[in-house]
């Protein structure tokens, strides 16, 4: 029997075509951009034409209720043309100056958050957390809420020495960008798995569970023709589990996050950096992790106070040093900080330099 017609490998819609006609007119032509207020941008082309940009939060998981409403009001203000940024902001493409300040006006009314716009919070880049992930260790949503109420100022007016990025990230799989934010959340398990034997022969492949841990802690148990598990070499990082459900790791009185940070991407000043360990454990605490939230605005208050214009967060720690950083922020250093695996040689210090 034929298969039925069906449609394959056809790609993405090109992009072109859903470009504002100042956009198409002017492509590759633009001149230069002026943040005009926290939530707005105007970009001029060599034309003379500009294009005003006025951006608003998003919670990224939005029902398609919310994206009509947000569809009705680029339809009104910007001819139906927007676009979602990098980080999920909703960004509302505007050609005409007259109607930026009704737009501005009608979100305002409407209660959406404009901002995270130049040295500022911007959206929290984010993952799936309880809402649809079998190896979450925490929520992402609900935590990027609480956060993001108490950072909210920094999103729409106060200002920071520069950008400071945040992101979600609920298993070490690091779905997104806490490698490589200012400040960043990933999630952690701290017990080691359970094996249910009796499922692990009809459900694992035992090459690819052994292949899987980064410590080599597990290996073959032919009596229970499962395998086992070495309690001192595992680090409870959940891989064994991503191949292997039969090898289960949550637990809920456990559980809980770790803040990193330092990170960045941009090669602006200093090279990009990877986030780094500073806050190995806080327990999980919904629906509003009271004490993640304060640990994250915590940091971000010391770092708004301390660093000097331009500067991300990793440039400001690297100036003043990692000691003095966890001296100004009263964030107890611990050995969970000291790198143990393969590339630690390289984050010693390999010089007399430091201060007491
Ligand atoms: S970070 Fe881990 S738990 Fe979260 S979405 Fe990615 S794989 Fe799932
Ligand atoms: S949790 Fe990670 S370290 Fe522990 S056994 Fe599984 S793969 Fe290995």
Not at 119 to 129: A, F, K, Y
């Amino acid at each position: 029997m034929a298969l039925p017609q069906r449609k394959t490998d056809i790609g993405p819609p090109h992009y072109k075509q859903f470009l504002p006609p100042v956009i198409q007119k002017n492509y590759g032509d633009w001149k230069y951009h002026e943040v005009l207020t926290p939530g707005s941008m105007v970009h001029v082309a060599e034309s003379g034409d500009k294009l005003w940009t006025v951006r608003m939060a998003s919670p990224r998981i939005l029902s398609t209720d919310t994206i009509r409403e947000i569809c009705a009001l680029a339809e009104k203000y910007c001819d139906g043309y927007l676009r979602f940024t990098s980080r999920n902001n909703v960004e509302f493409l505007v050609s005409d100056e007259k109607k930026v300040a009704p737009l501005m006006k009608e979100l305002k009314d409407q209660k959406r958050t404009v901002g995270g716009i130049g040295p500022m919070i911007s959206n929290v880049v984010h993952t799936q957390g309880w809402v649809h992930c079998h190896s979450a260790c925490t929520d992402a949503s609900g935590l990027v809420k609480s956060m993001m109420d108490e950072l909210h100022d920094y999103f729409t007016t106060k200002e920071l020495p520069n950008k400071v990025r945040l992101a979600v990230a609920c298993c070490v799989n690091m779905c997104g960008a806490v490698h490589c934010s200012d400040i960043a959340i990933v999630a952690v398990h701290t017990k080691m798995p359970e094996i249910n034997h009796d499922n692990f022969k009809n459900m694992c492949e035992m090459p690819t569970v052994i292949g899987a841990c980064p410590t080599r802690a597990i290996s073959p148990d032919p009596a229970k023709k499962s395998v086992k598990i070495n309690p001192d070499k595992c680090m409870y990082c959940g891989n064994c589990f991503t191949v292997c459900p039969p090898i289960s790791i949550k637990n809920p009185e456990r559980d809980g996050v770790a803040i990193v940070v330092g990170g960045k991407v941009s090669s602006l000043r200093s090279n990009p950096k990877f986030s780094k360990l500073v806050i190995p454990y806080i327990s999980n605490e919904p629906p509003r992790w009271p004490k993640v939230v304060a640990a994250v605005k915590h940091i971000v208050d010391v770092y708004a106070k301390n660093a000097k214009k331009h500067e991300r967060v990793g440039e400001w720690i690297e100036r003043i040093g990692w000691e003095r950083f966890f001296s100004l922020t009263g964030i107890d250093f611990t050995f969970q900080s000291i790198d143990d695996f393969t590339f630690m040689r390289d984050t010693m210090r390999t010089a007399s330099t430091f201060k007491w």
